[in-house]
């Protein structure tokens, strides 16, 4: 017992995991895992709104991330987590696109990397390396890609 009040072989832990269908996948991860976490939707959310004010058709009304991440020199700080919810989710339409602001210790700083936006005229000694290519030689300005 401790301090005479729990007997630590009373204490069982119960988990939502099934060590035999972890087995048969060839993973410890659990069966919910392609869904993406807080953060991962949080980033995601940055990305697209980020997406959304840098193309040459954007609407001007729309544009408040970036002009945010100038004035912070390129941070989205986890402070500013429920101010940047607030603001996206009121552009979004439907429901489950919507973030949620009840996960605060799971919002972190987010850094965004726009080289052609910050120096206008990057070239290669700014433009980040591809991480399957693993060169910038055929990396461009807003090259936002999703087929690898």
């Known amino acids: 017992a401790i301090n005479g009040v ?6 069982t832990a119960e988990l939502d995991y099934k060590e035999e269908e972890a ?4 993973s410890d991860d659990f069966d919910d895992d392609t869904i993406p976490g807080i953060q991962q939707q949080y980033v995601a959310a940055v990305q697209k709104q980020v997406q959304s004010e840098v193309i040459k058709d954007s609407n001007i009304n729309n544009q408040w991330l970036v002009k945010h ?3 912070n020199d390129w941070w989205l700080r986890k402070e500013s987590y429920l101010w940047f919810i607030r603001k996206y989710n009121r552009t979004r ?5 919507k973030l949620n602001e009840e ?4 919002y972190r700083d987010v ?4 080289p052609e936006v910050r120096w206008k005229r990057p070239d290669d000694r ?6 399957n290519c693993k060169t ?3 990396v461009g300005p807003h090259c936002f890609r999703e087929n690898h």
């Open 6 to 11: 729990v007997n630590t072989t009373d204490a």
């Open 23 to 26: 087995k048969k996948k060839g």
């Open 69 to 71: 991440l100038k004035e």
């Open 93 to 97: 339409e439907k429901e489950e696109d």
């Open 103 to 106: 996960y605060k210790a799971y």
């Open 111 to 114: 850094f965004v990397w726009l």
């Open 126 to 131: 700014y433009m980040p390396c591809c991480p």
């Open 136 to 138: 910038n030689t055929r």
